[in-house]
């Protein structure tokens, strides 16, 4: 019994979407649901990422560097001595060691520090050891003077990288919202066809009873074949509907689950009801509200970083005009290395220090490829300024587009309320008529489709109102914080 319970504990934690089966879900669950499963989402994921792998890339240039240098040379040179007569040879063998360490500076300092260890052996009569050894230690150093001024010019590649990663995190939670707002449409259509499914349900229960009172009417004598035969037309008119109207919300649910899961078999069953998602519209000023979504809105704040990026780009363009102008120093002390006693003492035994200094200046003549680059830098910086005018204008005019929407749509349910009172009072009156013999079926199954049609529309407004008012809430850029998503 023990097993048993914890065997179905642990089956009620794995999401019913494994299973394939139907998941009841309120629309915050199916948000919440899409935001963990969505592929969409994932891929967008990815892209962040991508760009945080570069600009880890991009700080790869001013890392440190180290190498290790090994060498061997061998000689064998015949000789001979004139004394003796004898002919012999003179093997020399040297192993040289240099290891160095460099590392480049973002003011665009390269500096490096080269250490060289040498081993030589000899035969040679002329040497007094049979075993040299020289070390030196060096200092060299390259520094830019010109552009030595525009100190932001050298990490420009930094700069650029941090900006790319904003745009790219900014991008990626456009992309969610973007799809939060495509998995609402298709929750408030699948909806729609939930709550058509009910009004075709109520208009078969209707048909029934009439064709029974029909059927009833005829077997007294009170009703023709042709009453009946019209009663049960419209029945299974109602019937086919209804069949039509499940097919329709079961292929909705199941879009809607593969949307969210990315799985074929995982249907959702929506447990919210049409009234809990329809609230009046508050008071709105579209001025104060235009201002802040100029603020709050992701497109704006990417727009900025286009344009910071391309501000940066035009003024280190700017920079490159300037001749290239760069001074070489180094710095070697020879003897540092180790002191060998006996057959081995060191032959340098102080420091032997010496410097050189170099001054460079590179500069094309005509400049043809600084200039361009200029010119193209600049009007790119000019494309994003215009660009970012351009996206708040289209903003402010979508923000008022989907206010007067929400208010028009919300006038609407309003209008047709009063249709559908109308017509539910209309069905009533004209069934009691039916039902005294003052009018024949046909008129009734006429009232019976007016109300039906009257209730579909008034369905279709409230599903569109619903719609408009989170696209308004897209629109100011806070889709996310009214579904508290955040």
Excluded: C
């Amino acid at each position: 019994m023990t097993w048993a319970k914890t065997i179905s504990t642990v089956l009620l934690l794995i999401p019913a979407h494994v299973w394939g089966t139907t998941v009841g879900l309120t629309l915050k669950d199916v948000l919440k649901e899409t935001l963990s499963h969505n592929l969409d989402i994932k891929i967008s994921n990815i892209v962040p990422q991508s760009s945080e792998g570069a600009q880890m890339s991009a700080l790869g240039e001013y890392d440190f560097n180290t190498s290790l240098k090994y060498s061997y040379d061998h000689s064998d040179t015949p000789s001979s001595s004139s004394n003796q007569g004898v002919t012999s040879s003179v093997v020399n063998d040297t192993k040289t060691y240099a290891p160095t360490i460099s590392k480049k500076l973002t003011t665009g300092t390269e500096l490096s520090l080269p250490y060289d260890y040498k081993v030589v052996t000899s035969n040679s009569s002329s040497t007094t050891l049979t075993v040299g050894h020289s070390t030196s230690l060096g200092l060299t150093l390259k520094q830019p003077l010109t552009k030595s001024f525009y100190p932001w010019y050298f990490s420009k590649l930094l700069t650029a990288a941090a900006i790319d990663v904003e745009i790219a995190k900014l991008k990626n939670r456009t992309d969610v919202i973007d799809i939060v707002s495509k998995t609402l449409e298709l929750y408030f259509d699948t909806l729609k066809e939930k709550e058509s499914l009910r009004i075709k349900e109520l208009s078969l229960e209707q048909s029934q009873q009439t064709l029974d009172y029909s059927k009833n009417k005829r077997k007294l004598g009170k009703a023709s074949l042709v009453d009946q035969l019209q009663a049960e037309g419209k029945f299974q008119k109602s019937n086919e509907g209804l069949i039509e109207a499940k097919n329709s919300y079961q292929n909705k649910a199941d879009e809607l689950g593969l949307s969210v899961y990315a799985q074929p078999n995982a249907a959702i069953k929506i447990n919210d009801d049409i009234t809990s998602l329809e609230v009046a519209p508050a008071p709105l000023n579209e001025e104060e509200i235009i201002t802040q979504t100029l603020k709050d809105r992701l497109e704006i704040k990417s727009s900025d970083q286009s344009i910071e990026k391309a501000s940066e780009e035009n003024r280190a363009a700017q920079v490159d005009r300037l001749p290239n102008v760069t001074m070489d120093g180094s710095l070697t002390y020879k003897g540092l290395g180790p002191d060998f006693q006996s057959s081995q003492t060191q032959v340098n035994k102080g420091n032997e220090p010496s410097y050189s200094a170099t001054l460079n200046l590179e500069q094309p003549v005509m400049r043809y490829a600084a200039k361009g680059q200029s010119q193209i830098k600049s009007l790119r910086l000019q494309q994003e300024s215009l660009r970012r005018s351009s996206t708040e204008r289209n903003i402010a005019l979508e923000i008022r587009k989907n206010i007067r929407q929400v208010q028009t749509n919300w006038l609407r349910i309003e209008a047709l309320r009063k249709v559908v009172t109308a017509e539910q009072e209309k069905y009533r009156g004209q069934n009691k008529r039916f039902k005294e013999g003052a009018i024949s079926i046909f008129d009734l199954t006429q009232a019976l489709q007016d109300r039906e049609q009257a209730e579909f529309e008034l369905l279709s407004a409230r599903i569109s109102y619903i719609k408009s008012r989170f696209q308004l809430s897209k629109s100011r850029g806070k889709l996310l914080e009214d579904l508290e998503l955040n």
